[in-house]
């Protein structure tokens, strides 16, 4: 079964007349299955957004394109199942009109399956529906991708449907045998670089020669590759299969512009108007190496940092270490009952790979605090630090399901008498799950800290509040919970935090969604010890899906005190 192209006759025919034409309305009449939206789109019918309320919403088309509707229409309506539909136009003084009736479509009798793996999550079509040419195409597609995926790269599969235009009916046969698993083949690097060596390119690959071949790896290879931001070309050439293994071939072309910078102006609820500066050299000195510059000031925050990214600078066994360096300055007023002002020098090796991050570092901090009385404190901090992150989440902008874990720990060295030691934990774990187009998730987060010699600096205490935490409240507005509406302006020994949401689709794009967050801080230390009184939110938000990650805004309000509330706004998915 053949999928129509329709927009080649409209295209072709267009090319052959002139640009001087007229737009008039187009109106529909007759069609009760098929959306007029839908219509709309195949004649290119372009209107504004329904909030854009101020504009204009009627439907518009070029007159040269009425010889060709009946026919365009036609081919379109035999791709949604209706191989009887009658349609016709006419100019009147609303517009051109064209006039639809369906008829009875064709239906799906009955799909027979014969195959060697399981198939079923991957038919979307179903026995009784409308026959229509996408959705067995998709189903295709989706068989191939679930073999991919499973290693099988020279299946035997044979896919026909049977259209029987007297009882208005479809036979879909399915007939698979997937034969032997496919491994990957030799990895050859065909480009000649004078400054990306084969072992920086090789170490960001997700699979090994030998593996059994899974279409995931490559995209995930891509992703890692990409994200050295050294390439205007990539590719990951595996279109052969010599004997049910398939060679890799990676070609790629360096990056030409290397220094970036971006400059921009935001607003944040709590802390105000701010200005930011980037500068970026991607791929320095080569083997893509990144020298990055960032600054930012408001009124009541100031930082710059400069980091140094290394790839690949030093392997044991096939498992390669990154290298980051940062150094930096940042200060803080107004957001706490105390100001601070941090010099700080962090260095840590990192590993990643399709599922798993690892990274180990040390951090040296020298933190000024001080307050409305004049109170000033200095606190040299020397720290090791780790981090460990397991992702099974099916996507890492906009997730549909999965979960997610993380766990840092940091620890101060007691390297004098009067230096600060303690250990710092926190872990974090997320679940997603999508059902029925509603996704829903739940994020729950725990800390604790042991103090063990001296004081240590209020700002690496736990607060809560945020985009990321309480959204019934500003940025850290949250420190010890007294109880279910008051907390204290001082930070803790021990946090946990739970978010439930449910996100919901509202107009294509568009999502809502509803939540609620519940905060605990403690000043008790010791391992997991929670005694206080739990902070809830609830609110409600939206969503825009992007490219970039979904653009959101948070409205919560504290559910027991209603003059405690936030608006976040945020780019970025936080579960």
Known sequence: MKHF??????????????????????????????????????????????????????????????????????????????????????????????????????????????????????ITLEKGSRFRAKDFGETKQNIRRLLLSKGYCSPELKTKAYLDLEKYTALIKIDLEKRKVCHFGKVTVKTESPTMSKDIILSRLQFEEGDIFDIKKIQESYNSLYNLESFDQLTLDYSRNLYNKKPVDIIFKEIKNRIHTRMGLGYATDLKFQGKFHWEYRNFRGNGKKLIFDTLVSDRQKSVENRLYVPYIWSLFDYHLDFLNSVGYSEERNIHDFDEKVFFEKFFFSHRNSEWYNSLGLGIENREISNSVSFNENFFLIYPFMKIIYDKRDSKLNPKNGFYFSHEMEYGLPYSPDSTSYLKYEEELRFIYTLSDVTLSTVGRVGSIQLYNNNMPESKKFFGGGAFSNRGYGYDKIGITESAIDDSESGGFTLANLSLEANFPIYKSFRGAIFTDNTMISDNQGIWEFSNKVITSAGIGFRYLTPIGPFKIDMGVNVHNRHERAFHFQVGQSF
């Open 5 to 122: 192209t329709i927009f080649i006759l409209l295209t072709m025919f267009l090319s052959s007349k002139s640009a001087d034409t007229v737009m008039v309305p187009i109106i529909f009449k007759g069609n009760s299955i098929v959306a007029t939206s839908d219509l709309e789109k195949v004649v290119g019918v372009k209107k504004p957004s329904p909030f854009a309320f101020w504009k204009d919403k009627t439907a518009k088309v070029n007159t040269i394109l009425r010889p060709k509707l009946k026919e365009t229409f036609q081919l379109f309506y035999r791709n949604e199942g209706f191989y009887d539909a009658n349609i016709s136009s006419e100019f009147t003084s609303n517009g051109i009109v064209v006039t639809i009736h369906e008829n009875r479509p064709i239906l799906i009798s009955d799909i027979e399956i014969v195959s060697d793996l399981d198939l079923l999550e991957s």
